[in-house]
């Protein structure tokens, strides 16, 4: 069965601090995955996308790597700020044409503290 | 561009009665993607349409749910008729799709629907 699943559900850090999110994923075959963040009461934002080729993506504070051998994402966020508040939703897509193969983990909420 | 516009923002209705959700995708997108987000089930793909023809539907909770897209710049989502359970925030987000799995979807600001 397809799944994705997040870890932490919930993570409390202070401003300036790093923290580290967790994806695995059963997803196959797998086609790509990506990161996103939603921020309270708006719509997902992409923050990066990998395929199976790619092990690290960078975007200004923010690098996701991907090991497809054992299947694991993690998203890294450098020296929090306030605005980093969010939750942070790990997708994975099999290969094929159809949107159902398209998988959302439940995310993580991260609250920065000043 | 003003990227997806989705509308109303909020909407609040009887048990019983008919609701539509209004988007409107990125120009030049021929994809277009509702979802439902709840904190119980996290988001949900309801519908898919690709050159505005529905083209994966198994999301659709029920008979009650309808999607249409009478052109490459509008889709509604019709609920009738709507019943508590259906409150959640509703997004669209459309992407250009020429292999579809390896494009990026622009998500609306969603609209929150409570029915009481």
């Known amino acids: 069965k397809n799944q994705v699943e997040q870890s932490p559900q919930s993570l409390i850090i202070l401003e300036g601090k790093n923290c580290t999110l967790q994806c695995n994923y059963t997803v196959s075959p797998f086609s790509n995955l990506r990161w996103y963040k939603q921020d309270t009461g708006r719509g997902p934002v992409s923050l990066t996308i990998?395929?199976?080729?790619?092990n690290t993506k960078s975007n200004g504070r923010y690098t996701a790597t991907l090991d497809a051998d054992t299947k694991q994402s993690s998203l890294h966020i450098t020296a929090s700020q306030l605005s980093d508040s969010a939750s942070y939703i790990c997708v994975v897509s099999a290969i094929g044409s159809s949107a159902s193969k398209i998988i959302f983990g439940s995310g993580t909420r991260l609250s920065i503290r000043p | 561009d003003a990227g997806v516009i989705q509308s109303p923002r909020h909407e609040v209705t009887e048990m019983g009665q008919e609701v539509t959700l209004r988007c409107k995708p990125i120009?030049?997108?021929?994809?277009l993607f509702w979802y439902r987000q709840t904190m119980m089930r996290g988001l949900e793909l309801l519908i898919y349409f690709n050159n505005n023809v529905p083209i994966d539907d198994s999301g659709m909770p029920e008979d009650r749910f309808s999607a249409k897209m009478p052109n490459a710049s509008f889709s509604t989502l019709k609920i009738q008729p709507s019943e508590p359970r259906d409150s959640a925030v509703y997004f669209c987000a459309s992407s250009l799709n020429r292999a579809f799995v390896n494009t990026e979807a622009f998500f609306g600001q969603g609209t929150r629907l409570t029915v009481v």
């Open positions: 990998m395929t199976f080729s790619e």
């Open positions: 120009s030049g997108h021929n994809s």
